[in-house]
């Protein structure tokens, strides 16, 4: 039997130990309270219908500091848990949410979320319930799938143009 070599880092009895996969090397990282927060917040706005989460309103929102909210910014980027715009203060996508408009959204009534492609559209409506997933924008024409009781319609197909071990090569292309 073939294991993969892994890291384990030194941490206090308060942290959540998290695999992440580099390649084919598997990690396992430490996730401290302030992370576990700082990212419960994120998926808190954004379910709520945030457009844009900036490290401002997750410190306002969750009584964090703004300096510790930067810093699991950048730790959780780091670990691929969430993508921040350039300049770091924004969040760029929360999987399966995202801040901008790919074309792909997951609608549940009146409210509707933005999602990095149809995939992640689905993974919303998951997470918060029956809905729709709409396809649209200048390069593509407007296709909708319903989910009713988890069953999908109409049939399709998924056709992904980057294998899975290379989506973070670059985020934003996949």
């Known amino acids: 039997m073939r294991t993969r070599p ?9 942290c959540t130990y998290v695999p992440l996969c580099v390649g084919r090397i598997r990690i396992v990282v430490a996730v401290n309270a302030t992370d576990r927060s ?4 994120i998926f808190e706005l954004l379910v709520q219908g ?7 309103d997750v410190a306002e929102s969750s009584g964090l500091q703004r300096d510790a909210v930067r810093h699991s910014f950048d730790l959780l980027a780091d670990q ?8 770091g203060v924004r969040v760029v996508m929360a999987h399966p949410f995202s801040t ?12 509707s979320w933005l999602a990095n ?3 992640d559209a689905f993974a919303v409506l998951a997470l918060l319930g029956d809905g729709r997933v709409i396809a649209d924008g200048p390069v593509r ?5 319903e989910v009713t009781d988890g069953v999908v319609e109409p049939d399709g197909l998924v056709h992904f143009v980057v294998p899975a071990a290379e989506f973070w090569d ?4 996949t």
């Open 38 to 41: 700082v990212r419960a917040t």
């Open 100 to 111: 901008l408009n790919t074309g792909y959204r997951a609608q549940i009534g009146d409210r």
């Open 6 to 14: 892994f890291v384990a880092f030194e941490a206090s009895s308060k």
């Open 170 to 173: 670059d985020i934003g292309f």
């Open 117 to 119: 492609c149809a995939w």
């Open 141 to 145: 024409q407007e296709t909708v799938w």
């Open 80 to 87: 691929h848990r969430i993508v921040l715009s350039n300049d």
């Open 50 to 56: 945030a457009q844009v989460v900036t490290s401002a």
